[in-house]
């Protein structure tokens, strides 16, 4: 079992940033695929980004490319989502998920990673 925890996230103003961050206490996110996904209320779990287990693949939906980007720290222990132009249509429980097994080669879906955080509140007014 792999505990993740979210934070950074909050209520800002439309065209501001936010950095998100993620953590396996007491583990490093090493050799982990990191996804981050995100739901509106009333809307389905949607992709945000992802980095692949030695950051070498990343992705990005299109909602977010240009504005987000996603990290990992040198020594693993994190996985950051910068956010940047941020618009109300950003407004969502952002997650982290992450996947030993997981090859990074292509968008994934949620059903690709079998851990997941729960979550941080990310909310953008006009």
């Known amino acids: 079992q792999v505990e993740l925890v979210e934070s950074g996230g909050g209520l800002v103003q439309a065209g501001a940033s936010l950095r998100l961050s993620c953590v396996a206490p007491g583990r490093t996110l090493f050799s982990f695929a990191v996804g981050w996904f995100r739901q509106a209320p009333g809307k389905e779990r949607e992709f945000v980004a992802a980095?692949?287990?030695?950051?070498?693949?990343?992705f990005y939906a299109d909602s977010v490319k240009g504005r987000f980007t996603i990290s990992r720290d040198n020594a693993d222990e994190m996985v950051y989502l910068q956010m940047t132009s941020l618009r109300p249509d950003d407004t969502a429980v952002y997650y982290c998920?992450?996947?030993?097994?997981?090859?990074?080669?292509?968008?994934?879906?949620?059903?690709?990673?079998?851990?997941w955080g729960r979550g941080t509140q990310v909310t953008v007014s006009p």
């Open positions: 998920a992450v996947d030993r097994f997981l090859v990074l080669q292509s968008v994934p879906a949620v059903r690709d990673f079998e851990y």
């Open positions: 980095v692949s287990r030695i950051g070498d693949n990343k």
